[in-house]
Nanobody, 127 residues
Framework: QVQLVESGGGSVQVGGSLRLSCVSS????????MGWFRQAPGREREFVGG????????YYIDSVKGRFTISRDNAKNTVYLQMNSLKPEDTAVYYC????????????????????WGQGTQVTVSS
């Protein structure tokens, strides 16, 4: 069973940075593509970006491209979301998720294809 735990959220001012971590406390996620999602109050959960199981390919939505970076350290069973130049509109609860089908090519961007989810971590950006 994959149990994902996010950490690293917090409150920052506009232009600040945060690094979120997502670690699997259960089985390894080294063969699984990973995604980061976020959900702001009153809004649907949206895909932010993802990384393939090899770590060779990443994909981001336009609004975070150039500011956010996803990486993974398979030796630590951990995926990261580095967020720079944060804006108030980045305020949300951030979730990591694992694609249950291993060794898939390409980044999975569709929410319902992810079966395993973390509990979320709050990111608040204030001006």
């Amino acid at each position: 069973q994959v149990q994902l735990v996010e950490s690293g959220g917090g409150s920052v001012q506009v232009g600040g940075s945060l690094r979120l971590s997502c670690v699997s406390s259960g089985r390894t996620i080294n063969s699984n593509g990973m995604g980061w999602f976020r959900q702001a109050p009153g809004r649907e959960r949206e895909f932010v970006g993802g990384i393939t199981w090899t770590g060779s390919t990443t994909y981001y939505i336009d609004s975070v491209k150039g500011r956010f970076t996803i990486s993974r350290d398979n030796a630590k069973n951990t995926v990261y979301l580095q967020m720079n130049s944060l804006k108030p509109e980045d305020t949300a609860v951030y979730y990591c998720a694992a694609d249950p089908r291993p060794y898939r090519n390409g980044v999975i961007t569709v929410l319902y294809e992810y079966n395993w989810w973390g509990q979320g971590t709050q990111v608040t950006v204030s001006s």
